[in-house]
Every structure is written in C-alpha cells, then in structure tokens.
C-alpha cells in the first residue's frame, strides 16, 4: 500500500490542525494505520494507532485527550485531528500501515510509510 500524508501547517498554540493519510494500491480497510512523529534531534514516536474497523484506537500519553485518529475506509483514508496544539508537537508526521503489526506502537512494526507531512506550532 502506498500512502501520502497531508494536512500539515503553521499553526499557533491552542490551534488545530487535521492530517489525513490517503492510500492507494490497497484497501486501507486491511490495514491497521498509525500516526508517528518525529521532532528535530530526535527519534520517531509513536503518536496514534487505529485498527482494522476503526473500533479500536490507542494513543500516546502526551496526546491523549487532544487528537483523535479515525478511519473513512470509503475514501481509503486515515485521519488525525489535533486539537489545544502546544509547541512541543512540532514535528513532521507520519502515516504507516501494516496488515498485522506486532505491537501498535513500535516504529519497525509498520512495514509502509507515507513521506511525513510538517506540523509547526508558534508558541
């Protein structure tokens, strides 16, 4: 599956701002899709998982609360609506799938990867 991320901006803190990861070539209906991030000087992690049906979502802690990941497997795309943004979510972020990932966090769990989309939030 080949995904494209979009959605990404300046945005002041407090702002909102929502992604989208668009696939082609596959179903994303087959595919669990996380959201990972990565800040300058740092390592990619792990932001938001959806699964299969859209049922189950997971978070990390920093994020819980503010963004919401959802699925539309009509339009073969994945969301992430970010909300009460703060300077520490700058980063350029990332969509990746995986039909069977082995965990819903790790970064090598994910076998496709969209190209990463940059969130700058001003404080």
């Known amino acids: 599956v080949q995904l494209q991320a979009s959605g990404g901006g300046l945005v002041q803190a407090g702002g909102s701002l929502r992604l989208s990861c668009a696939a082609s070539?596959?179903?994303?209906?087959?595919?669990?899709v996380g959201w990972f991030r990565q800040a300058p000087g740092k390592e990619r992690e792990f932001v938001s998982t959806i699964l299969w049906s859209g049922d189950t979502t997971y978070y990390a802690d920093s994020v819980k609360g503010r963004f919401t990941i959802s699925r539309d497997n009509a339009k073969n795309t994945v969301y992430l609506q970010m909300n009460s943004l703060k300077p520490e979510d700058t980063a350029v972020y990332y969509c990746?799938?995986?039909?069977?990932?082995?965990?819903?966090?790790?970064?090598?769990?994910?076998?496709?990867w969209g190209q990463g989309t940059l969130v700058t939030v001003s404080s």
């Open positions: 070539g596959r179903t994303i209906s087959s595919y669990a």
């Open positions: 990746a799938a995986d039909r069977y990932p082995n965990s819903y966090y790790r970064v090598t769990d994910f076998g496709s």
